[in-house]
Nanobody
């Protein structure tokens, strides 16, 4: 089991920024695609961003394009999510996940972190 630990969540004013970090255990970090997901109270978990194993390819949900940036540092077993221009609708528990790609749009994510809370005040 891969262990993932998120950090960096907190309270931020609308329009502000936060940087989330996720650090993985093990020595096979570079074998996984990494994703960020979020879940707001009473809502389904939703995809936020994805980065390929090497970091060459990134994907975002439309609502965060231009505001969020996903990156990874395989030497440090870490993936980050830089969130700028935060909006109230971005408030959620954010989870990082390690997965495997099975074709375009067909990732599976067997490993998940515990989540970190992002609260946006207005």
């Amino acid at each position: 089991q891969v262990q993932l630990v998120e950090s960096g969540g907190g309270l931020v004013q609308a329009g502000g920024s936060l940087r989330l970090s996720c650090v993985a255990s093990g020595r096979t970090f570079s074998s996984y695609v990494m994703g960020w997901f979020r879940q707001a109270p009473g809502k389904e978990r939703e995809f936020v961003a994805r980065i390929s194993e090497s970091g060459a390819y990134v994907t975002y949900r439309d609502s965060v394009k231009g505001r969020f940036t996903i990156s990874r540092d395989n030497a440090k077993n870490a993936v980050s999510l830089q969130m700028n221009s935060l909006k109230s609708e971005d408030a959620a528990v954010y989870y990082c996940a390690a997965g495997v790609a099975a074709g375009t749009g067909r990732d599976t994510y067997p490993y998940w972190g515990q989540g970190t809370q992002v609260t946006v005040s207005s």
